[in-house]
């Protein structure tokens, strides 16, 4: 599948309707944020911890662990107890964390439970006795979001300074942009789809955010290389042409990975579906920003540059005009203003022919310099 670098697909001149496209989706995330809010789990809002014993093992070589924990998940469920947490303690204890926080809602909760729990596992494991019910705060708090953030912060700080080292300056804000670009959208989306967030959701955060970054730098590094060959042609014929050489890796290693997840989310269990829908969004949404958001980003730094420079020079040229007797300075058409655009391929064609012929003269120079001392040589 070799279909993007044979093609001459102008990605860079749609560089705004990119922009356009992920700005849209990020307001309309942002806006479901302040208006919908976020559905946290347990591990952000606290709850009550419901310890059951039973008199023998719940599991044996016909129920594992999973089926333990899925059947009664498919309870609490059935009583409205969905934001919940399920988990096998030894063979005998079964923990449910729900997220009531009321101290009699929790004790009418604890009973029917138990005889939920009867009814499932009575028969091979016994009756189920409560030993104990407690209220607990949340995992996630205050202190640890803001340590998250903080982590975060200093990560793309990090990246920063790295990309700006071994690239460019312009390469690493692009990467950065890319970073947050991606952690809005999967914040967003799953604000609008009402998924649950725990604790699992920062680590997908994290893992999204790595993943991310490792596209960016590889099509950094090919439009790096391009750069050293093709001098003689424009920036954003450029990364243009970087983009399609690397667009079938990164389409292809998007879409293996998102295979993986898409199974994980169909058939890991309800207690890592926001998990893994994180990361299926993550992993999309990185994989559309390498590629049309931090790229593009760097074309139009690039340009931004050009046009101060332009201005800077501007003033002198008028000046120099006046100042020879020459009047007014001559009027330069829209046809020379504006060159004829040329395709990507074609113009990276035309930087080869170039830098060809630059290392010609240069061997003629070469050559010449040799002579010219032989000749010395002689006399």
């Not at 347990?42 to 089926?67: C, P, V």
């Not at 609490?76 to 096998?88: A, H, N, T």
């Not at 958001?293 to 020079?313: D, I, K, N």
């Amino acid at each position: 599948m070799d279909f993007f670098r044979r093609s001459n697909l102008d990605i860079i001149g749609r560089s705004k309707l990119w922009l356009i496209i992920s700005l849209v989706v990020i307001v309309v995330g942002m806006v479901s944020m302040v208006t919908k809010g976020m559905n946290y789990g347990i591990d952000f809002t606290g709850g009550t911890l419901m310890k059951y014993g039973f008199e023998r093992s719940l599991t044996d070589s016909q129920h594992s662990t999973a089926d333990v924990v899925a059947q009664t998940w498919a309870m609490l469920d059935g009583y409205g107890l969905s934001k919940c947490q399920i988990q096998v303690s030894g063979t005998t204890e079964l923990l449910i964390r729900t997220a009531t926080k009321d101290e009699d809602t929790a004790a009418q909760q604890a009973e029917q439970v138990a005889g939920g729990l009867q009814e499932l596992f009575g028969d091979r494991a016994g009756t189920p006795k409560v030993l104990g019910r407690d209220l607990v705060g949340p995992v996630v708090g205050e202190r640890l979001r803001n340590t998250a953030l903080l982590s975060l912060i200093l990560g793309a700080i990090l990246i920063l300074i790295y990309i700006a080292i071994r690239y460019e300056f312009r390469f690493g804000v692009a990467g950065v942009v890319a970073l947050i670009h991606d952690v809005l959208i999967v914040v967003g989306v799953m604000s609008l789809l009402g998924a649950e967030l725990n604790s699992e959701f920062v680590a997908a955060i994290l893992t999204v955010i790595g993943y991310s970054i490792n596209d960016s730098v590889v099509i950094f590094d090919r439009i790096r290389e391009n750069m050293r060959l093709y001098r003689g042609s424009r920036f954003a014929d450029i990364v243009n042409t970087s983009l399609l050489q690397t667009m079938t890796r990164s389409i292809n290693t998007t879409v293996t990975t998102l295979f993986a997840l898409i199974a994980l989310f169909f058939f890991g269990g309800p207690a890592i579906h926001a998990f893994s829908l994180a990361l299926i969004i993550g992993i999309a949404t990185g994989a559309y920003s390498s590629i049309f958001v931090a790229s593009p980003f760097v074309v139009l730094w690039e340009r931004r540059e050009v046009t101060v420079e332009q201005r800077r020079r501007r003033p002198a040229y008028v000046g120099a005009s006046a100042s020879e007797g020459g009047g007014a300075p001559e009027q330069v058409t829209e046809k020379e203003s504006k060159p004829e655009k040329k395709s990507s391929e074609e113009a990276i064609q035309r930087a080869k022919e170039d830098a060809q012929e630059e290392k010609r003269e240069e061997r003629r120079e070469r050559r010449k310099r040799r002579g010219d001392k032989s000749s010395r040589r002689r006399f």
